[in-house]
C-alpha cells in the first residue's frame, strides 16, 4: 500500500510493468538489508528497492534484478539520488560497497 501511494504521489501509477509489485516483494525478500548499513527495515520504516538506472530512462530494465539494490530510506535519498529526488548516483552499487566496508570498519573509542 505504501510503494501505491509513493507511485500515486510521484505520478508512476499506470507506467509501472504489473509484475513490478511481486518482483519488488522477492528481491526485497531476496535481498532483506540496506545494501550500505544493513538495517532490514521494519513496518514503520521498510526497506526499498531502488533502479540503479532509472526507471524513467530505461524502462525496459524495470524488472531486471542486476538493476535493483535495496537501500534504507535515508541511504536511498542520500546514496541513491545524491541528496535530490530528481539526481541519481551512477555509482550507487559501488558507493555502496565503499560505505558498507567503512561502516563496518569504523574506528571505536575503547575505554
Known sequence: ????????????????SGQWPAIRKQFLKDN???????TKGSFLKPNEVHHIKP?????????E????ITLCRDHH?????LMSWSS???????DSIIWN??????????N
Open 32 to 38: 532483506i538489508a540496506c545494501a550500505v548499513c544493513g
Open 88 to 94: 541519481w548516483n551512477e555509482n550507487v552499487k559501488q
Open 55 to 63: 526507471f524513467n530512462l530505461r524502462p525496459e530494465l524495470e524488472l
Open 1 to 16: 500500500m505504501i510503494q501505491f501511494l509513493l507511485d500515486l504521489f510521484r505520478g508512476n501509477l499506470g507506467s509501472r
Open 101 to 110: 566496508n567503512k561502516i563496518k570498519n569504523r574506528p571505536k573509542v575503547v
Open 65 to 68: 534484478e542486476n538493476n535493483l
Open 77 to 81: 535519498f542520500f546514496i541513491a539520488h
